[in-house]
């Protein structure tokens, strides 16, 4: 699964060990880029949605590249005119419609700018991550005023868990 698809590097290698990769991107740019690259791969289910503890909608922000690194679901000061209302997908109850049709999930990378901090913790007291094999992460604790202690609670619970299948440094 690869959370926050951006250009597809990784949806790639997934596809290139044969399995099916759910990719997810709510940039609306590279969502179209995506959907044209993989329109004849039908490995890949990519869905033009952000990943989140919850289902509904919200805003989306890009920077003045429409296309770079670091649009995200989280910022509240719409400074220009790179947003747009966005979907959301509460991840875990995805993993689990998923899991009942599958034994495990073999890896799941969220890049998703800050948003991963809520969907690890519900992830962790769900105990969905007992049917993943690896989950890599990188983590944007910078885009908190609280980033450090977001980041230490989120240690601390894997810690307590003897979780080791949850990877924090995947950039």
């Not at 033009?48 to 003045?64: E, M, P, R």
């Not at 959301?88 to 049709?101: D, P, Q």
Request: with cysteine; glycine share 6%; aromatic share 12%.
């Amino acid at each position: 699964m690869d959370g926050g698809a951006h250009a597809g590097v990784f949806s790639d290698v997934a596809l290139a060990c044969g399995r099916i990769c759910y990719a997810f991107e709510p940039n609306i740019h590279l969502y179209a880029f995506l959907k044209n690259l993989y329109k004849d791969n039908k490995n890949l289910i990519l869905f033009n949605k952000a990943l989140s503890n919850k289902n509904g909608k919200t805003f989306f922000q890009t920077d003045d590249n429409i296309v770079s690194d670091g649009g995200n679901i989280l910022k509240t000061d719409f400074n220009g005119e790179n947003f747009y209302e966005v979907e959301l997908i509460n991840f875990c109850e995805f993993l689990s419609e998923i899991l009942k049709k599958e034994e495990k999930i073999t890896l799941i990378k969220l890049d998703i700018e800050g948003a991963e901090f809520d969907i690890l913790n519900d992830l962790i007291d769900q105990k969905l991550y007992k049917k993943i094999e690896y989950i890599m992460v990188e983590t944007h604790e910078r885009f908190f005023n609280d980033g450090i202690q977001k980041i230490n609670l989120l240690k601390e619970k894997i810690r307590k868990n003897n979780i080791t299948n949850i990877f924090l440094d995947w950039i």
